[in-house]
């Protein structure tokens, strides 16, 4: 029971460092699907993470923000069922050969048969 | 990129009003002597001057964390409070006991404070992408 405990503390504490820089990663994925707009963005995350990664709308607010102005997005604005327009995002071409570089560099690595070996050992 | 953002202009507004009330009161002072007056409303505009640089500055990060050290906002303040100086000065409000030269040598010495503070800012440049602290983008 005690290592149990043990157990959970600390993949809780790596999954907390490890989410920390996820959300980006999550981002560019959901807009390397379709342009979307927050509430979207916000659902694929949730959904395409299995509910691992959640993000509040203020942060997502921020990042998407932050992206526009280093022009790795930028948004269209279309109309809303109600209320104001909506801001649907979408990669630039900055953004999208970003995107493709960090997956190449950091994403694909996973995919290699040696290391695919590896995390099937332990199974 | 866009570095006058709202929470900027709402502090220049405050900073305006603020100072335009401090002088009035400090001109009062001086013209009925009372160091009372000087000491309490010079208190009182340092004390709300702080706070709301505080509370905009904050407001102004969490939209978005501008990597600037706070220049934007000292030169904001410099420029608010020297312009309503100089013009309290010019239009001739302050009090007739009021030594101006007092007022313009503090604008002077803090033009010189505050270009210091601008080459700390610029050399904090270099840790920035587009004005936005580097090993922040991505968080």
Redesign the interface.
């Known amino acids: 029971m005690k290592k149990d405990k043990l157990l959970d503390e600390l993949l809780l504490s790596w999954e907390n460092t490890y989410k920390k820089g996820q959300l980006t990663l999550w981002i560019f994925m959901a807009l390397q699907e379709s342009k979307k707009y927050v509430d979207e963005i916000k659902s694929f995350i949730e959904e395409k993470s299995n509910g691992t990664i959640t993000c509040e709308e203020q942060s997502l607010y921020r990042s998407l923000r932050k992206f526009e102005v280093i022009d790795v997005l930028a948004y269209d604005l279309q109309e809303g069922n109600k209320g104001p327009d909506r801001k649907y995002y979408y990669m630039t071409d900055l953004g999208q050969e970003l995107f493709d570089r960090f997956v190449d560099r950091n994403i694909k690595l996973f995919h290699s048969t040696e290391i695919i070996n590896i995390l099937k050992l332990n199974k | 990129?866009?570095t006058i953002t709202s929470y900027l202009l709402w502090y220049a507004l405050t900073v305006a009003v603020l100072t335009i009330i401090f002088r009035y009161f400090l001109s009062f002072g001086i013209e009925n002597n009372s160091t009372a007056i000087i000491t309490v409303s010079a208190t009182i505009y340092g004390f709300l001057m702080f706070a709301s640089g505080w509370y905009f500055g904050h407001k102004d990060e969490?939209?978005?964390?501008i990597y600037d050290i706070g220049f934007r906002f000292h030169l904001t303040t410099y420029l608010v409070h020297g312009a309503i100086t100089l013009l309290w000065i010019g239009l001739g409000f302050c009090s007739k006991n009021e030594d101006t030269d007092i007022s313009v040598n503090i604008l002077i010495y803090w033009g010189i404070l505050l270009l210091i503070h601008f080459l700390f800012f610029l050399w904090s440049r270099k840790k920035t992408?587009?004005?936005?602290d580097k090993d922040d983008?991505?968080?």
């Open positions: 990129m866009k969490e939209y978005l964390p992408i587009k004005n936005l983008l991505f968080e």
